[in-house]
């Protein structure tokens, strides 16, 4: 009877604590997904109390939809959330990596239908993030060309390119007289493309994703559009 009671007692402490947590969580995340800045939601910990958790009444229903993995782990406190985050490595990537497969599948899907609502390439994505007219920007991890200028100092002539780092040093060694005055007194500046374009669209408020290779959709977004992308919050003319 003394145990059948204590097991009672126990029972109920637990059932209090998770829904403590439960209460800290849905606190401390749903005004993260209203901002839609929560991606998912791992949970970890040593026995089947995680399981409990999860199946129990505990979290918001919004944000039980975003539990992406639950993992089991032998230590608590500061030693458990790395073993968590260690342990979690492997759901992160598969999650990132559907993620991104919907991206790119829903990219095409604007392509083929031909709705104006994407554009790709480096002109044209620089062109409407000038205008702020960007949704979220796609840009794949191996995308590495350049930004260029080139500017006499004797006429203030002037150009700007875009090109790989090879095509660069092949062109500051080409371009050693300016071509309005003849004048040898040119400077050049360089910078990347792609930090230059996550930064302008932070300015207008745009979301950015950065495209990995680890997928066909990533390497057939890769090959087939330069790596750079966009969709729009509403058509060009």
């Given at each position: 009877?003394?145990?059948?009671?204590?097991?009672?007692?126990?029972?109920?402490?637990?059932?209090?604590?998770?829904?403590?947590?439960?209460?800290?969580?849905?606190?401390?995340?749903?005004?993260?997904?209203?901002?839609?800045?929560?991606?998912?939601?791992?949970?970890?910990?040593?026995?089947?109390?995680?399981?409990?958790?999860?199946?129990?009444?505990?979290?918001?229903h919004e944000l039980r939809k975003k539990v992406i993995g639950v993992v089991d782990i032998s230590y608590h406190g500061e030693y458990g959330?790395?073993?968590?985050?260690?342990?979690?490595?492997?759901?992160?990537?598969?999650?990132?990596?559907?993620?991104?497969?919907?991206?790119?599948?829903?990219?095409?899907?604007?392509?083929?239908?031909?709705?104006?609502?994407?554009?790709?390439?480096?002109k044209e994505v620089r062109k409407a993030l000038e205008l702020g007219a960007v949704d979220t920007l796609l840009i794949s991890e191996g995308?590495?060309?350049?930004?260029?200028?080139?500017?006499?100092?004797?006429?203030?002539?002037?150009?700007?390119?875009?090109?790989?780092?090879?095509?660069?040093?092949?062109?500051?060694?080409?371009?050693?007289?300016?071509?309005?005055?003849?004048?040898?007194?040119?400077?050049?500046?360089?910078?990347?493309?792609?930090?230059?374009?996550?930064?302008?669209?932070?300015?207008?408020?745009?979301?950015?994703?950065?495209?990995?290779?680890?997928?066909?959709?990533?390497?057939?977004?890769?090959?087939?559009?330069?790596?750079?992308?966009?969709?729009?919050?509403?058509?060009?003319?």
């Amino acid at each position: 009877q003394s145990a059948r009671r204590y097991e009672r007692i126990r029972e109920q402490e637990t059932h209090e604590f998770m829904k403590r947590i439960g209460e800290h969580a849905n606190k401390a995340f749903l005004p993260l997904l209203e901002k839609g800045e929560l991606r998912g939601i791992i949970i970890g910990g040593p026995g089947p109390t995680k399981e409990e958790f999860v199946d129990g009444d505990y979290l918001h229903h919004e944000l039980r939809k975003k539990v992406i993995g639950v993992v089991d782990i032998s230590y608590h406190g500061e030693y458990g959330l790395r073993e968590l985050v260690e342990k979690a490595s492997d759901i992160l990537r598969d999650h990132e990596a559907v993620k991104e497969r919907h991206l790119i599948q829903n990219f095409f899907r604007h392509l083929v239908k031909d709705t104006g609502m994407i554009t790709y390439g480096e002109k044209e994505v620089r062109k409407a993030l000038e205008l702020g007219a960007v949704d979220t920007l796609l840009i794949s991890e191996g995308y590495d060309k350049v930004r260029v200028r080139a500017k006499c100092n004797n006429c203030g002539w002037q150009e700007e390119k875009t090109m790989s780092e090879q095509e660069f040093h092949v062109y500051k060694k080409k371009l050693t007289h300016c071509p309005k005055c003849g004048s040898q007194n040119i400077n050049f500046e360089k910078w990347d493309v792609a930090e230059e374009f996550i930064k302008m669209a932070e300015e207008s408020g745009s979301d950015v994703e950065i495209i990995s290779l680890d997928t066909d959709e990533g390497q057939q977004f890769y090959k087939a559009f330069g790596g750079l992308g966009a969709f729009l919050r509403y058509k060009i003319q």
